[in-house]
């Protein structure tokens, strides 16, 4: 695979950043209960 330097990979970053975020909240909460 080979990744070009695009507008869009700031916006895959942020995504990322936003899904990481989310599946550590939710794999945190899960595992205090």
Do not use: H, Y
Request: hydrophobic share 40%; charged share 15%; no cysteine.
């Amino acid at each position: 695979m080979v990744t070009q330097e695009k507008p869009i990979s700031n916006w895959a970053r942020v995504v990322m950043l936003s899904v990481t975020r989310t599946t550590t909240n939710f794999s945190s909460v899960i595992l205090s209960r």
